[in-house]
């Protein structure tokens, strides 16, 4: 996104990583994505998630460290 940093989902940790250029380790933004299945950066560097194991897609700030339901309800079956 902006050349130093880059965001993943990990398979089998339930979470989005941040990496930034350089680093060894990421580090888990936005809780807990379980089966997540997608990750996106919006212009505002806000990151969705989207989490088949939760039926929903969820909005991190990290200018806030708030996390919101943006699609979907928690846990709908």
């Excluded at 039926?55 to 991190?60: A, F, G, P, Q």
Aim: some cysteine; charged content about 20%.
């Amino acid at each position: 996104m902006d050349g130093q940093t880059i965001y993943a989902a990990v398979e089998g940790d339930s979470a989005v990583k941040k990496w930034t250029k350089g680093a060894s380790d990421g580090i888990q933004v936005g809780g807990e994505c379980f089966y997540c299945m997608g990750v996106s950066v919006d212009k505002e560097k806000n990151v969705y998630m989207s989490s088949a194991g939760r039926s929903c897609v969820y909005k991190w700030s990290p200018q806030t460290n708030i996390i919101t339901i943006v699609a979907g309800r928690e846990n709908y079956q």
